[in-house]
């Protein structure tokens, strides 16, 4: 997803973003989720990352800007991210609860 991001290809970012979010949501990593959603929404919380070296450097490439690439930071949730979770029934819970706090947002 970096490389697409420096390269500019936003149909290079949706396809390894959905191919990032499938694999996650097959092997039910919600705590992977939940950072992925949270690194799109722009709410990675600082100080965790300080604590944690291997997500200190999760999301040095996505900008604080409203959009990535030409998308809608929300409408990737929306058309990318909740529609793989819901493909797996143990994330149910996670996924009705993304689902609520991205509807809330708008």
Do not use: H
């Not at 997500?55 to 793989?84: H, Q």
């Amino acid at each position: 997803m970096a490389c697409a991001l420096a390269l500019g290809s936003a149909s290079e970012f949706e396809y390894w973003l959905s191919m990032y979010a499938r694999s996650l949501a097959i092997c039910g990593y919600e705590s992977l989720l939940r950072t992925l959603v949270d690194m799109l929404i722009g709410r990675i919380d600082k100080t965790r990352m300080d604590d944690d070296q291997s997500s200190g450097n999760l999301c040095w490439w996505i900008s604080d800007a409203a959009r990535i690439l030409s998308f809608d930071r929300r409408k990737l949730i929306t058309s990318i991210i909740i529609p793989e979770m819901s493909k797996n029934r143990a994330l149910q819970r996670i996924t009705n609860e993304i689902a609520v706090e991205i509807e809330s947002l708008r």
